[in-house]
């Protein structure tokens, strides 16, 4: 009786050491992945493997998926080894699950893991589902399904959109053909200073497109829209395809035709993209002039032709040009580009708004003088105009009277005049600008000239196709 009064106190110190020691450590945990493992070892399980591209180097979707849902388990935070990323919003933290780590997941009762592995070959990666196959008939379906589901929604509501850049060699990928990055231009139609009208017709023109599914499908079309945007360099032709895709709400596959190395590897980027893309292509007019080049006119016209577009439909192509003059006629016949839309240097109600957005100014003395300056022919960019603005925007007065002396030096102005096709030109006040009615008018009649002609009539599915290719504009 005595020792175990002596005995007592021992054994309850003892415990507690041994429950300290446990909690301190984690000896606990070692165990419970132990006794996992264990009891794992006793099951026979059903690996299912979904790798990141397919035979044809095309991302696979459902990759996108489970990654985005394996990213947003709280489990990823037990993985040994995560990597952290910033988001969209600078303090956002990201995790990763990093290669050949295991993450856990439970699903009806089922428990399920997941391993990120490096494929044979070296580059791509593959996600292992790893399933007990007492489960396998249960929960299979279902939890592919509710992985589905909780990816769809968390894009939905992240919104983030990609801006993919092709890299030099096929070879030399690791995943594929594109490098992507989180696509921040903060340019959208709001901030974009031109008509009102031209802005609402564009909007409108791709809401349509979006909608048009079964019309494509029946006139047996690829689902694609394409764009040329082209004008003097600062016009805001890039901003205008950050604004697209931003309304759009599309990644963004910005081609660098130097570093394309033939027609077939161009074909392959293409096929290599997904559905939901816009696909662009800057400054084609000076590719196009260089005298070595890897790709051919003939490569160009194809893959605006679509012709190769397989799997990803749903695509708006945007090519941006200075000007349309050397370019060749193939590139710009009807049926080619659907819509042409031009982008002119500044005139005073485009000068008007950006001293307002940029200076806070609606009215100003020296306004009259400007107004005579723009008349006389004088013209800058947005974008220098901008520019201008940005580095005196402490003082309006001394902005505006930079404005006007880089106008006055810049004596040639009527140099500076864009021909669209050779018969219009645009630059000078009188001729009109970005604000031009005349300007304005006659352009989306020719653009949009079937736009109303079909809204009057409703019961047909409307085709802006035939009529706003402006070729010949
Ligand atoms: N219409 C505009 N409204 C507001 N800002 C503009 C406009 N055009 C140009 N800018 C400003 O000028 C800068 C350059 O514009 P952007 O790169 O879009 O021109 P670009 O036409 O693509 O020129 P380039 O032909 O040289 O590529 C941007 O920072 C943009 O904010
Ligand atoms: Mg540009």
């Not at 050779?422 to 008018?441: C, D, T, W, Y």
């Amino acid at each position: 009786m005595v020792n175990m009064m002596i005995l007592i106190p021992f054994l309850l110190v003892g415990l507690f050491l041994i429950l300290r020691f446990l909690f301190k450590t984690s000896l606990l945990l070692i165990l419970l992945q132990k006794f996992q493992c264990l009891e794992d070892w006793l099951h026979v399980h059903q690996l299912y493997r979904v790798p990141q591209f397919n035979h044809l180097f095309q991302e696979n979707e459902l990759y996108v998926k489970v990654s985005t849902y394996l990213n947003s388990l709280p489990s990823l935070e037990d993985s040994d080894f995560t990597n952290l990323f910033t988001g969209s919003k600078s303090n956002d933290i990201l995790l990763h699950l990093d290669t050949d780590q295991t993450i856990r997941d439970v699903f009806l009762g089922a428990r399920v893991s997941w391993t990120l592995e490096k494929s044979e070959n070296g580059g791509a990666r593959v996600l292992v589902l790893r399933i007990r196959k007492n489960d396998k008939r249960r929960i299979l379906r279902p939890y592919l399904q509710h992985i589905l589901s909780v990816a769809g929604d968390i894009s939905q509501r992240k919104k983030e959109i990609k801006l993919r850049m092709n890299v030099d060699s096929p070879s030399s990928g690791e995943n594929g053909r594109w490098r992507s990055v989180p696509f921040n231009h903060p340019a959208s139609f709001d901030t974009l200073v031109m008509d009102v009208d031209l802005k609402n017709k564009v909007k409108a023109d791709l809401e349509m497109f979006l909608k048009s599914k079964q019309f494509y499908q029946r006139l047996g079309r690829v689902w694609k829209r394409s764009y040329l945007l082209y004008g003097p360099s600062g016009t805001g032709k890039s901003s205008f395809v950050a604004a697209m895709a931003r309304f759009l709400n599309f990644d963004v596959y910005d081609i660098d035709l130097s570093k394309v190395s033939d027609d077939s590897d161009l074909k392959m980027l293409l096929l290599q993209s997904s559905s939901k893309s816009m696909i662009v292509v800057e400054d084609l007019d000076r590719f196009l002039m260089e005298k070595s080049k890897n790709v051919s006119l003939r490569g160009i016209l194809n893959f605006m032709d679509g012709i190769i577009s397989c799997c990803g439909e749903e695509r708006v192509m945007v090519f941006t040009m200075n000007s349309k003059d050397e370019v060749d006629e193939a590139l710009l016949r009807p049926g080619r580009i659907d819509v042409h839309i031009q982008f002119p240097l500044c005139d005073f109600p485009c000068f008007k708004h950006l001293a307002n957005n940029y200076l806070g100014v609606k009215e100003h003395k020296l306004f009259p003088q400007l107004e005579e300056i723009f008349q006389g022919g004088a013209s800058l960019s947005p974008a220098e105009i901008g520019e201008i603005m940005i580095s005196n925007r402490s003082s309006p007065t001394r902005a505006l009277k930079s404005v006007i002396s880089a106008m006055q030096t810049n004596a040639g102005a009527k140099s500076r005049r864009v021909s669209g096709d050779g018969a219009e030109e645009i630059g000078g006040g009188e001729q009109g600008g970005l604000f031009s009615r005349e300007h304005s008018v006659r352009d989306f009649r020719k653009l949009y000239g079937l736009l109303k002609m079909g809204s009057r009539r409703k019961d047909e599915p409307l085709d802006l196709g035939s009529a706003d290719k402006d070729g010949s504009n």
